[in-house]
């Protein structure tokens, strides 16, 4: 086991050093410099070449992702050029607030797909079936932007029951700021979700060894309740796994609606404000987290069923 | 909880399964509306009324109008064209090369298969859609260059999935068959592997026709897909959302046909897996 | 001196206005909430406005501009003197200022100040100082500032937010090699003679200030200001959110306040909308050189150019994109700017004379052209979707291209635009900076516009010299005529700064330059 998550590890740094030399040249094929996304309509010549000269964005691209690779490999990853901060220190500001999204979101997808999920299968072929298997295209088609503006309009302006956006202060506050996003956000994956879980659930219905149970006389509900809870918490790692990516897009969007001071909403700011030392930093913190979070659904998949061990 | 259903799912005749039916129908109406919009639009999608701003649903609004008094009935009915051509185009390039690259990737295995995974691993590492935004960023806004920035990150998809049903057919007799009659590789892979493995890739291009209808109007919505005064549903919505409280109408009647439309796509494709599962 | 007993006089007059029936109270907490939060709390080095429009808070001036940004004030200093031939000024400070650690400011404080303002090393506003030779103190309570040639700026300059007075032991004592270093650390935590010192900064949602105890200034009642206890700005950039926390009693003002949402806020009994004067210009900016790309460019037509101009409808975009708050433009630049000349809308909008234009010109059909706009900005979009309209009927047909700020701007410094939208707000009480930026060539090409006139850069030239007002100001007079008439730009409308207060929230302001002056503010008990 030891050696399978050194190996995972391992893999991480050819990745990263592709998605980073990807990036690295994206943002810098991007026309305009930070000097001029800094100065706007100001901008007089001498003042942009001196910013940039500062910043050392006259160097060759080659010395420059040079000295980049050096001062990552010392921990230090620069200081934003827009906010004067440690690069360092605006991750730990930011990646925290879109981390508990997106687990707030996939656990808020479990809590509505789970039930939906069950009714579903084991009222297979039945009005409530159909409805829920309506839910589900619905949910899929529903795009993140328009959702949470409707849910930021009727539940957080109109009825006032929520926040309007923001994060809030302390944790209590911060859940209570993020839950309406987390549920914009929640809302495909929910979709995906119980899609499987209803197939993973008719699965272990149809299956053999449960009819078998069955028929020696245990109790159906118990029988459903170890089988399919198994097979489903399997189906929904595997799927939050699968889905991290898409996650971490949507959140961009939520965090722009719901104005989140997160990581994704972050990360365009940067990319707009040519930003380079945070799009590079950040781009580190959001594979780090996502190929953590791979091992991390790998490990629990193992655990959960240990078949799936290569 | 005893009356378990019967352990059968598999629809035993072999019609039209209703998903595509339902779905089917959605699109060949879209289809229509994006083809001949004049005919359903009642206005001009951008004629400006100032004596008409901001008005409510009414007869001769049915949806409204917006800040600039343009009926938004029409312009929902003028971004048909504009989305439609969004599903197609988003995805068909990465359809047509992802599948070929994927098959050969498959097919080689080896060295180009490794080089490949890491590509994959890299770009489904990076939130997707902030790599568009780059794209866009670097190509200039605009429905042309969005179509080649989903096209640079969306192949790998179709590439992955073909990639691997054609590991999967490669191993059947009849590809040893055609070895062993001496067919060159591009027949092998292109003639015989191919046509069979393709399934799964022409279902995710269903799906993926919503997601390109998701994703282009969420660009719309940033800014950076459809330009004005083209009537977009992302733009529309995007328009509407400083007025959702005292104009509700213009935001959420161009979401509706987002859904709407998604809603064919991925019925369609629903429909097609079962269609195609039940024909195996 | 009669300056200072007339500028003393309008503060109490607009204080006396705001305030008529109810005497000031002292004590509480104001929370205003902003649109974003400030970057850098460094007067010479900062960039934007988020920083320049609160640093008053912190760091004061020598000279002060009065509240409607026509006339100096005294600041940290009590009164001035310009020599005879415009080279030397002479200051004297106001006696017992204490920065907020409680030490004294002193004239090598002043010298250090102003000698790190001018260096051309520093920042981008260094400009403003350029006349500046010399700093000196004859004694601990005169500063001398000898002039490389005379400037009429001069005083005006004394009075921008980047020629501050910071605490020179305090900066110096910060960690950090270079100027900039030590400039970064010392604006997390700034030092300064300001109303209010900095007590916690969360990046990117809170500030918190309490009052300085040690500000120099008396209220009515005679004790010190300011009147609050405390400050504290909270970032809402959504503006909707901005507006129903206001209206919830969670904060006491908001700024920026969407046009859209001011007919509805002014007719809230619990909400002062308050409409202050602005320098902020809108218009639109073309590319007026002879070929763009290697293409000819129908923009440099200038019978084109007035055509366009009679051709937009600014009294219906003022309906349309600011519900009626903007006023047409008179001139390029605000009418709250000194000097500002013209008292009828530039081009007012005649279908007719725009058709007659266009047959004249090169182009009597007509052709295409695109805008920048910066995507997602809703007041860019608003107006050049209704642009587009309107150029439609003298057969343009306008394509919106919406990219980011630094593209933009990029496209902007190349020359390589056909035409942008602009927006601009005053950083000095004088015309001198918005002439030099919009109309005189050599800083940056009028606007990168690649227009040039001859006589408006000689006319500046002269006005930056010349020190009798009256004919400095027919020196702008003329300027303004040239390039209101031919000039590159689509002038649309100026608009003030929509702010809106709970009722208990008395004498705020935000001056023409933009900068939020809470040191009179108080609260209703």
Redesign the interface.
């Known amino acids: 086991m030891a050696s399978y998550i050194a190996r995972r590890l391992l893999q991480l740094i050819p990745t990263v050093l592709f998605i980073l030399i990807v990036v690295f040249a994206l943002v810098r094929l991007l026309p305009g410099d930070p000097a001029s996304a800094i100065l706007g309509d100001r901008a007089v010549d001498a003042d942009v070449e001196r910013i940039n000269r500062e910043l050392g964005l006259d160097r060759p691209l080659v010395v420059q992702f040079g000295v980049f690779v050096k001062s990552v490999a010392t921990g230090d990853l620069g200081d934003s050029i827009h906010l004067k901060l440690p690069v360092t220190t605006l991750i730990a500001d930011r990646l925290p607030v879109t981390i508990m999204l997106t687990v707030m979101a996939a656990l808020i997808a479990v809590v509505m797909a789970v039930p939906l999920a069950f009714v579903a299968a084991l009222r297979r072929g039945t009005a409530a079936d159909s409805t829920v298997r309506g839910a589900f295209q619905v949910g899929l088609s529903m795009p993140v932007f328009y959702l949470g503006l409707i849910l930021l309009t009727v539940f957080g302006a109109k009825l006032r029951w929520f926040p309007v956006g923001g994060y809030g202060e302390g944790f209590v506050d911060n859940l209570y700021h993020l839950f309406l996003p987390a549920v914009t956000l929640a809302f495909s994956l929910s979709a995906i979700l119980m899609r499987n879980l209803r197939s993973a659930i008719i699965g272990v219905i149809d299956a053999e060894y449960v009819q078998f149970a069955r028929s020696k006389g245990l109790a159906p509900k118990l029988v459903l309740f170890r089988h399919v809870l198994r097979n489903a918490l399997i189906s929904t790692v595997a799927l939050f796994g699968l889905s991290i990516g898409t996650l971490l897009s949507g959140a961009v969007i939520t965090e722009t609606v719901f104005a989140i001071p997160g990581a994704g909403r972050l990360m365009v700011d940067s990319i707009y404000g040519r930003d380079y030392p945070v799009v590079q930093g950040l781009t580190i913190a959001l594979a780090v987290l996502v190929s953590v979070t791979f091992l991390l659904t790998d490990l629990v998949q193992v655990w959960l069923d240990p078949r799936v061990s290569r | 909880m005893t009356d378990l259903a019967p352990p059968s799912e598999r629809p035993r005749r072999l019609a039209l399964p209703r998903p595509l039916i339902l779905g089917g129908t959605i699109l060949l109406l879209s289809i229509a509306v994006a083809t001949f919009p004049t005919v359903f639009a009642p206005y001009e999608p951008d004629a400006f009324d100032y004596n008409a701003l901001l008005q409510g649903p009414s007869m001769a609004h049915p949806m409204g109008t917006d800040n600039f008094g343009r009926d938004v009935l029409s312009r929902v009915i003028h971004a048909y064209t504009i989305d439609m051509q969004i599903a197609i185009f988003a995805t068909i390039f990465p359809f047509f090369f992802g599948t070929i690259i994927g098959a050969l990737v498959g097919y080689a295995g080896g060295i180009a298969e490794t080089l490949f995974g890491r590509v994959v691993d890299a770009v489904i590492t990076f939130p997707f859609l902030v790599l568009v935004i780059a794209i866009v960023s670097v190509l200039g806004p605009g429905l042309v260059n969005m179509y080649i920035a989903i096209g640079v990150v969306g192949w790998v998809f179709y590439a992955r999935i073909t990639a691997a049903e054609i590991k999967v057919q490669k191993r059947l007799d009849y590809a040893d068959a055609g070895r062993a009659m001496g067919y060159t590789h591009m027949r092998i892979i292109f003639r015989h592997l191919l046509p069979n493995a393709i399934t799964p890739a022409v279902v995710y291009w269903m799906t993926d026709m919503a997601l390109a209808i998701l994703l282009g109007s969420s660009l719309g919505y940033l800014g950076l897909g459809a330009q004005p005064p083209a009537a977009e549903w992302g733009v529309q919505i995007a328009d509407g959302k400083n007025f959702m409280a005292t104009a509700w109408w213009i935001s959420v009647f161009p979401g509706v046909a987002i859904v709407l439309t998604g809603l064919g796509f991925s019925l369609t494709g629903d429909g097609l897996a079962e269609l195609l599962r039940t024909k195996r | 001196m009669k300056i200072v007993a007339a500028a003393a006089l309008s503060v109490t007059a607009l204080l006396g206005g705001l305030s008529a029936v109810s005497a000031q109270e002292r004590g509480g907490v104001m929370t205003y909430g902003r649109y974003t939060d400030s970057?850098?709390l460094d007067p010479v080095l900062n960039?934007?406005n988020v920083d320049i429009w609160v640093m008053t808070n912190f760091y004061e001036t020598l000279i002060m501009s009065s509240p409607d940004g026509m006339t100096l004030k005294p600041g940290l200093a009590t009164e001035w003197s310009v020599n005879e031939a415009g080279d030397e000024v002479t200051l004297k400070l106001r006696e017992g200022v204490k920065f907020s650690d409680g030490t004294p400011m002193t004239t090598e404080d002043v010298i250090w100040s102003l000698n790190r303002a001018k260096n051309p090393?520093n920042g981008?506003w260094n400009f403003i100082l350029a006349s500046v030779d010399t700093v000196t103190a004859p004694d601990a309570g005169t500063i001398v500032i000898k002039l490389k040639y005379p400037d009429p700026t001069i005083l005006a300059a004394l009075s921008v937010f980047n020629t501050a007075i910071m605490p020179k032991a305090a900066f110096e004592a910060m960690p950090g090699e270079t100027d900039?270093e030590k400039a970064?650390e010392f604006?997390k935590h700034p030092i300064g003679t300001g109303p209010f010192v900095l007590t916690s900064w969360d990046?990117?949602?809170s500030m918190k200030m309490t009052r300085n105890e040690y500000y120099w200034a008396k209220g009515a009642d005679g004790k010190p200001l300011p009147y609050l206890d405390g400050l504290n700005f909270e970032v809402?950039?959504?503006?909707?959110?901005r507006i129903?926390?206001l209206q919830?009693g969670d904060i006491d003002g908001a700024e920026f306040i969407?046009f859209?949402r001011v007919g509805?806020l002014k007719a809230d009994p619990n909400i002062k909308m308050e409409l202050f004067p602005g320098t902020r210009v809108w218009d639109i900016i073309m590319n007026v050189r002879p070929e763009i790309n290697g293409k000819p460019n129908p923009l440099a037509d200038e019978k084109v150019r007035q055509a366009m101009n009679y051709a937009a409808n600014k009294e219906?975009l003022v309906?349309?994109v600011t519900y009626g708050v903007g006023t047409p433009l008179t001139s390029f630049m605000a009418s709250s700017t000194p000097m500002h000349s013209g008292d009828k809308p530039l081009f007012p909008y005649d279908l007719e004379k725009a058709k007659a234009l266009m047959a004249e010109s090169g182009y009597p059909d007509g052709f295409k052209i695109s805008i920048l706009t910066i995507?997602?900005?809703?007041d860019d979009?608003?107006i050049?979707?209704?642009l587009?309209?309107m150029w439609k009927a003298i057969g343009i047909d306008l394509?919106?291209?919406?990219?980011?700020?630094?593209?933009?701007?990029?496209?902007?410094?190349a020359g390589t635009f056909e035409m942008r939208t602009?927006?601009?707000t005053n950083d000095i009480s004088d015309p001198s900076q918005i002439t030099s930026?919009f109309a005189y060539s050599p800083?940056?090409d009028a606007?990168h516009s690649g227009w040039k006139n001859a006589e408006v850069d000689k006319l500046f030239e002269e006005s930056q010299k010349e020190m009798d007002p009256v004919k400095r100001a027919e020196q702008f007079a003329r300027i303004q005529e040239i390039f209101n008439a031919t000039g590159p730009t689509i002038p649309l409308y100026e608009t003030p700064y929509p702010v809106a207060l709970s009722q208990k929230v008395n004498g705020f302001y935000q001056i023409p330059l933009g900068n939020n002056i809470f040191t009179e503010t108080w609260l209703d008990q």
């Open positions: 970057l850098f960039d934007a090393d981008i900039a970064q604006g990046r990117g949602s809402i950039p959504d503006d909707a959110t129903l926390k919830s969407p859209a509805e219906a309906q349309v995507a997602g900005n809703q979009l608003g050049t979707t209704a587009q309209q394509e919106i291209r919406q990219v980011d700020n630094a593209s933009r701007t990029e496209q902007y410094r602009g927006g601009w930026y800083t940056i606007l």
